[in-house]
């Protein structure tokens, strides 16, 4: 036999078979029946059509199973690498094709999560050849729930041996992963060591798990706490295996730890103590300082005591710049007392005074023209206008006039004398 796609051409060649034939003891001595194959292919030339129509279905079916062995080729396999994947996830299927037939063949082969085209590759195959060849099936867009993972290779030409062309094997179920909430810690600042770590989830889970500031997992059977945590910034996951060995993951929540009130430094006010007069609002500045979680406010508070009685009142702070903070107290009238104390907190809650700290701060408002500050003042008026009144004499000299003296006393009973064109100290 032989052919090519369009082609194909039988030759019979009988040869007389002695061994073939078989004898067998006939109805009566002496006798036996004879039979053979070969006899039927050396028919006398009257019986050769008989002989021609009873083998035709012998030589139409030696042509047919010539045709569909020559040009055939298979899937013999599929396997998913796994059973369930998460949506949106990736998986590897492995299909094994074969061309069983006698010549290379170049041909496609489609993998299909039932009824959808995942994805169809060309090969091209050597007769009598297999090989497997990787798909990868990325389930996103594709709905949850069941597929059936099949693969079909294209027929090619002259190819009758159709069945073994599509391979139907496995399942692969298609989930959404755990989704897990985390309700505590909360993107805040804690003024605590030790935070609960609460979370909820929507399916049972195989295993559960947190990852704190991105360290190795630990396991755990459910709402927990966060014990002994540093101050500083942290950050938490919690994970969670549903029964299929899909994994999910909570989002990461970042948190706070701060325990630590704020350093409140370098207090100043502007005027001085003992400078400040009815009129003088107190300006103060600090220095406040949380190096966790940040100053969250400050505030003056200040108690005054004069004669209209002994009261507390508070002003807030602005952070001017900086570190550096500023509040101002309201003018108040003389001889009044004032001791104030700043209170810092920060982001946390915690909170400072600079009175815990052991600094308290006063002043007194002083008279708005007390004699210390009167007297060296009146004196030089004087002196100027007495020095005025010589300058002007000079301009209309008068012999008649003395030379011009004044004595001012001062508190402490010092006298100066100033003439109009020499000074003397007595
Ligand atoms: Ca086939
Ligand atoms: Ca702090």
């Given at each position: 036999?032989?052919?090519?796609?369009?082609?194909?051409?039988f030759?019979?060649?009988?040869y007389?078979?002695?061994?073939?034939?078989?004898?067998?003891?006939?109805?009566?001595?002496?006798?036996?029946?004879?039979?053979?194959?070969?006899?039927?292919?050396?028919?006398?030339?009257?019986?050769?059509?008989?002989?021609?129509?009873?083998?035709?279905?012998v030589?139409?079916?030696?042509?047919?199973?010539?045709?569909?062995e020559?040009?055939?080729?298979?899937?013999?396999?599929?396997?998913?690498?796994?059973?369930?994947?998460?949506?949106?996830s990736?998986?590897?299927?492995?299909?094994?094709?074969?061309?069983?037939?006698?010549?290379?063949?170049?041909f496609?082969?489609?993998?299909?999560?039932?009824?959808?085209?995942?994805?169809t590759?060309?090969?091209?195959?050597?007769?009598?050849?297999?090989?497997?060849l990787?798909?990868?099936?990325?389930?996103?867009?594709?709905?949850?729930?069941?597929?059936?993972?099949?693969?079909?290779?294209?027929?090619?030409?002259?190819?009758?041996?159709?069945?073994?062309?599509?391979?139907?094997?496995?399942?692969?179920?298609?989930?959404?992963?755990?989704?897990?909430?985390?309700?505590?810690?909360?993107?805040?600042?804690?003024?605590?060591?030790?935070?609960?770590?609460?979370?909820?989830?929507?399916?049972?889970?195989?295993?559960?798990?947190?990852?704190?500031?991105?360290?190795?997992?630990?396991?755990i059977?459910?709402?927990?706490?966060?014990?002994?945590l540093?101050?500083?910034?942290?950050?938490?996951?919690?994970?969670a295996?549903?029964?299929?060995?899909?994994?999910?993951?909570?989002?990461?929540?970042?948190?706070?730890?701060d325990?630590?009130?704020?350093?409140?430094?370098?207090?100043?006010?502007?005027?001085?103590?003992?400078n400040?007069?009815?009129?003088?609002?107190?300006?103060?500045?600090?220095?406040?300082?949380?190096?966790?979680?940040?100053?969250?406010?400050a505030?003056?508070?200040?108690?005054?005591?004069n004669t209209?009685?002994?009261?507390i009142?508070?002003v807030?702070?602005?952070n001017?710049?900086?570190?550096?903070?500023?509040?101002?107290i309201?003018?108040l009238?003389?001889?009044?007392?004032?001791?104030?104390?700043?209170?810092?907190?920060?982001?946390?809650?915690?909170?400072?005074?600079?009175?815990?700290?052991?600094?308290?701060?006063?002043?007194?408002?002083v008279?708005?023209?007390?004699?210390?500050?009167?007297?060296?003042?009146?004196?030089?008026?004087?002196?100027?206008?007495?020095?005025?009144?010589?300058?002007?004499?000079?301009?209309?000299?008068?012999?008649?006039?003395?030379?011009?003296?004044?004595?001012?006393?001062?508190?402490?009973?010092?006298?100066?004398?100033?003439?109009?064109?020499?000074?003397?100290?007595?």
């Open positions: 036999m032989y052919g090519n796609r369009s082609v194909f051409a030759t019979c060649e009988i007389g078979n002695d061994s073939a034939w078989q004898y067998e003891p006939g109805p009566a001595p002496n006798t036996y029946w004879e039979r053979g194959i070969t006899q039927a292919f050396n028919p006398d030339p009257k019986d050769v059509e008989s002989v021609v129509q009873r083998w035709l279905p030589f139409t079916y030696m042509a047919e199973r010539a045709i569909a020559a040009y055939d080729v298979a899937v013999t396999q599929v396997s998913a690498e796994r059973a369930t994947a998460e949506s949106g990736s998986l590897k299927i492995d299909t094994t094709v074969e061309n069983q037939g006698f010549y290379e063949e170049t496609n082969l489609t993998l299909l999560a039932n009824s959808t085209i995942v994805q590759a060309t090969t091209t195959l050597a007769n009598q050849s297999e090989e497997i990787t798909f990868t099936w990325n389930t996103a867009g594709f709905p949850l729930g069941n597929y059936t993972i099949s693969a079909q290779a294209e027929a090619i030409p002259g190819e009758t041996d159709l069945t073994d062309n599509l391979m139907i094997n496995g399942n692969v179920q298609v989930r959404k992963a755990p989704s897990i909430t985390i309700l505590s810690p909360e993107n805040r600042t804690y003024p605590v060591f030790q935070i609960p770590l609460d979370f909820t989830r929507d399916e049972p889970a195989s295993w559960i798990g947190y990852s704190l500031d991105g360290a190795d997992n630990v396991t059977a459910g709402n927990t706490i966060l014990w002994y540093a101050e500083g910034r942290h950050n938490v996951v919690v994970y295996n549903d029964t299929f060995g899909i994994i999910g993951a909570s989002g990461r929540v970042f948190f706070t730890v325990t630590t009130p704020p350093n409140i430094t370098v207090v100043t006010q502007a005027p001085i103590a003992g400040v007069q009815p009129e003088n609002e107190v300006s103060i500045n600090a220095t406040i300082i949380d190096e966790t979680s940040g100053v969250n406010q505030i003056i508070v200040y108690a005054f005591t209209s009685g002994t009261w009142r508070f807030p702070m602005r001017l710049e900086g570190n550096i903070w500023n509040g101002s309201p003018a009238p003389y001889l009044t007392n004032v001791t104030y104390s700043i209170v810092a907190e920060d982001k946390a809650g915690n909170v400072a005074t600079t009175e815990e700290l052991g600094y308290e701060y006063r002043y007194g408002v008279p708005e023209l007390s004699l210390v500050v009167v007297l060296p003042f009146l004196m030089t008026t004087v002196l100027f206008a007495l020095a005025a009144k010589a300058r002007k004499r000079r301009k209309e000299p008068c012999a008649t006039c003395a030379p011009f003296t004044v004595i001012v006393r001062s508190r402490s009973r010092a006298r100066t004398t100033l003439s109009s064109g020499s000074q003397d100290r007595q």
